[in-house]
């Protein structure tokens, strides 16, 4: 019985390293590697159990005029970019091909509009303050559509730092 | 053959002693400190003791990373916290699976997996579903659960699993417009916990005597109701769903089979308010067809006041069906979980008192056997009938004397409160008994409303409450009425005294509460112990402190500093804490102290740092622990839970200060477990 509860300790630890490894090495790689793309946010404050302090984020691109009422729960929009790296919603992803100014980004439906998946940018503690003046998220898109928020801009584009410590 | 129930006496009798004129007054310590069960409430507070020190640690290191410190960079994060989960592994192998530390290193490594991913979604600002990280942690950490043979390490486990299904339900499916498919999630769940309890019951406990604690089958139960709850809830209020039909068969289902098969008060009494709950909201659909109509509003008061008598009639068969009965609790297995009790012979002989008279006394005591949980339910009960009742006597009045001064609704009030009481003092009935209190409390409200509109007057209408408040403290025996009572009398206390716009009107609070509740709870007066009183008091300020984190987070997050910046409110609050334990320790020497110096620091160390309402739930625990009483301990950790919690969200301090005083004041608390738990040699 107590080698099974030594396996039981064993297996949960690789099936951790196994699940944190893939992450982190795919979360890395659409980091480096991964389309750059500003999207208009509209920042709405507070603090997260465990993650510490975050600004709530909405994306203008996220409620789109002419969304179709009966969108798919999952699915891909197209957004073409301009020559700031701004995404605009242009399509729902189809198999046409896409344009080089274009990208395609995952999105998940709700029930007013749809989310990219990164309604929180966390900070930290103390430093909220330098991110008032935010106007774009930066996102990192892969080629699959799989997006993620790696910064926040002004209005002028550039990426607003963190504070130096 | 005389019933064994009779011959032990315990700290719940002494009350009844002291009104049948058995006990004097002034030797009601002595009986506390003879009844008390030293053993029990050593491994207690040892244990007590290691989750704190385990709490304080992990909530530092939590607190830590969320910080989000910019110089730390993201692999440097992943690093620190997988090295930490490996550490905790193998000191759990070495430090043995089974043994108390190896246990704290198993959960430690658990809470550590969920930090990984709070740190994952902060390096990576992922993931979109809140409900996504959760269910892998759950996934992740089952071996864990699996391998502990640790109902604490299951208890955080299915906590995980519960939060990661509760924000699936209402942040992913009901933000998607999936209103169905939420609620019948939710009463899966409820189901799921139902056949875990069966499941632990038929097949577990029989053979693995871990598995038998009663608290772990306390917190299946309230799983399985609360989820009942609202999935019933949600879809019996949404005309087009008869989901709610499910949710109600689980729930009768259950009071079924704790009845039928596995009895314990706890657990019956917690099942079936859970099913009052839910049969109660069928006479409130009648408001949503009939309006504001007055005989709605009498019909569904009847229809509580039925139900509330019913579960008192439940409540009464359940204590003759099965305290005669072994509890689950007292079985040999689970000795340490609940303190024992003395024989009558033996109380009667230390405290000099005559044995046959405490006989006499522990055979007529009819509230002997109702726990105080079961009051707690009844009292809920009848504060919501007693203000259908309000609404029902204040629109009958109004439509009757449409015309009358407001002062006439004042007088009724006063004589439906008056004769009230009369009748209340001479009634022995049980149920007779509840109708009255619910009409004392109507009587009450009454006068206050009909008074204040006609006075106008904010000062004199809390001046006439706290009075009638006072008379039903001192006239009406009934811990119900004693507890709502004096809560009645410190909230009106303080809303007099944020009206006079008082300084320091939360420290003023702060003292009267502790003062009365430490002395109400060790001073009988005349022949009265006023338990419930004095638990009301000292809970009071507590409750304050979470009403004023609440609202500071409500009203702004940039004016957060009056009650966390507050340090002299803070100080008064450690003296108030400091005064209580040394006036719970009076007469004894530094080494006889309970708690020992040497925990009681670090715990006041604590106690300073958390908000206004922390050192007073600490005083809870404390006092619990030095009299012997487990619901004030239960109360009072709950309580402190909550304020580690409100701990993270106060602003006057960064989280990398908290971070750094949980992690050390962790630390010193392990430090003494250790001395405590190697000078004693407790069984774990």
């Not at chain 2, 509840?434 to 009909?450: D, K, P, R, S, V």
Request: aromatic letters at 12%; hydrophobic letters at 50%; one cysteine or more.
């Amino acid at each position: 019985m107590t080698a099974l509860r030594y396996i039981l300790i064993a297996l949960g630890t690789l099936g951790i390293a196994a699940l944190f490894g893939s992450q982190i090495k795919a979360l890395e790689g659409i980091t480096h590697d991964g389309e750059t793309v500003l999207l208009d946010l509209r920042p709405v404050d507070p603090r997260a159990l465990m993650m510490g302090d975050f600004m709530a984020l909405r994306y203008a691109e996220e409620t789109p005029q002419d969304l179709p009422k009966d969108l798919p729960t999952k699915g891909q929009f197209v957004l073409s970019l301009d020559e700031n790296k701004v995404g605009t919603f242009k399509r729902l992803a189809d198999s046409s091909n896409l344009a080089a100014n274009e990208i395609k980004i995952n999105y998940v439906r709700r029930k007013r509009g749809v989310t990219f998946g990164a309604p929180r940018y966390y900070f930290q503690n103390g430093t909220a303050e330098t991110y008032e003046a935010s106007d774009y998220g930066i996102f990192k898109v892969a080629p699959s559509g799989r997006a993620i928020l790696v910064g926040l801009a002004d209005e002028k584009f550039q990426e607003i730092k963190p504070p130096k410590s | 053959m005389t019933d064994p129930t009779f011959q032990t006496v315990s700290l719940d009798d002494i009350p009844h002693f002291i009104e049948s004129d058995i006990l004097p007054k002034n030797q009601y310590l002595k009986a506390v400190s003879f009844l008390r069960d030293n053993e029990f409430w050593k491994r207690w507070a040892i244990r007590a003791l290691l989750a704190i020190a385990v709490g304080h640690i992990l909530s530092g290191i939590i607190f830590f990373f969320a910080f989000n410190w910019n110089d730390l960079s993201g692999l440097t994060k992943f690093a620190i916290v997988g090295g930490g989960i490996a550490a905790c592994l193998v000191a759990w192998v070495i430090a043995k699976l089974d043994s108390p530390a190896g246990q704290a290193f198993g959960i430690g490594a658990t809470v550590l997996v969920g930090v990984m991913f709070a740190i994952l979604g902060q390096v990576y600002q992922t993931p979109a579903m809140i409900h996504t990280p959760f269910l892998f942690w759950a996934a992740l950490t089952l071996p864990f659960a699996l391998a502990s043979r640790n109902l604490a390490h299951w208890t955080v486990w299915l906590a995980i699993l519960t939060v990661a299904i509760t924000t699936y339900a209402n942040s992913g499916l009901r933000l998607a417009g999936n209103d169905g498919a939420a609620n019948a999630l939710n009463i899966a769940v409820s189901g799921g916990f139902i056949a875990g309890l069966i499941m632990l019951d038929k097949v577990l406990a029989p053979k693995l005597k871990w598995t038998r604690a009663e608290w772990f089958r306390v917190l299946l139960i309230l799983g399985a109701t609360g989820f009942a709850f609202f999935g019933f809830t949600e879809s019996f209020w949404d005309n087009g769903s008869g989901l709610w039909t499910i949710a109600f068969a689980l729930i009768c289902g259950l009071v079924a089979y704790l009845y039928l098969s596995s009895p314990s008060l706890a657990t019956l009494s917690l099942a079936s308010f859970g099913l009052f709950t839910l049969v109660a909201q069928f006479g409130f659909k009648m408001f949503q067809g009939g309006g504001d109509d007055v005989g709605v509003f009498f019909v569904i008061f009847l229809w509580l006041g039925g139900l509330t008598i019913g579960m008192v009639a439940a409540f009464r068969h359940f204590i003759r069906r099965f305290k005669t009965a072994p509890e689950i609790e007292n079985l040999e297995d689970n000795r340490s979980v609940a303190p024992s009790p003395r024989s009558h012979s033996a109380f009667s002989q230390h405290l000099g008192l005559d044995e046959g008279a405490v006989s006499e006394a522990l055979i007529s005591d009819i509230e002997r056997d109702k726990p105080w949980y079961m009051e707690v339910f009844l009292a809920l009960a009848g504060i919501l009938t007693a203000l259908l009742g309000c609404g029902f006597f204040g629109s009958f009045l109004a439509m009757m004397l449409r015309d009358a001064e407001e002062f006439v609704f004042g007088i009724l009030g006063i004589v439906i409160f008056a004769v009230s009481i009369g009748l209340r003092r001479t009634i022995n009935s049980p149920y007779v008994q509840h109708m009255l209190n619910t009409m004392i409390i109507i009587g009450g409200i009454l006068a206050a409303i009909g008074f204040g509109l006609e006075l106008k007057d904010f000062d004199a209408v809390i001046f006439m409450l706290l009075i009638l408040s006072v008379i039903v403290l001192t006239l009406v025996t009934d811990r119900i009425l004693e507890f709502l009572s004096s809560a009645a009398i410190i909230t009106l206390i303080g809303m007099e005294l944020y009206h006079l716009e008082v300084p320091m009107g939360e420290s003023i609070i702060l003292v009267i509460s502790t003062v009365l509740g430490v002395v109400l709870l060790t001073h009988p007066i005349g022949k009265r112990l006023c338990k419930s009183a004095g638990t009301a008091f000292l809970m009071a300020p507590a409750i304050l402190g979470i009403a004023l984190v609440h609202s500071q987070r409500w009203t702004s997050t940039v004016d957060a500093s009056r009650f966390s910046d507050d340090w002299l409110a803070r100080i008064i609050s450690l003296i108030v804490l400091i005064g209580g334990v040394i006036y719970l320790n009076r007469g004894k020497t530094l080494t006889d102290f309970k708690p020992p110096v040497a925990a009681l620091i670090p715990l006041l160390v604590g106690a300073a740092f958390v908000p206004l309402g922390g050192a007073s739930a600490l005083l809870l625990i404390l006092t619990g622990y030095i009299l012997g009483s487990r619901s004030l301990a239960i109360i009072g950790t709950l309580l402190q839970i909550y304020f580690l919690t409100m701990f993270y969200y106060d602003l006057s301090l960064d989280l990398l200060t908290k971070s750094i005083v949980l992690f050390v004041s962790g630390l010193i608390f392990l430090g003494v477990w250790l001395l405590v738990y190697r000078k004693e040699g407790v069984q774990p």
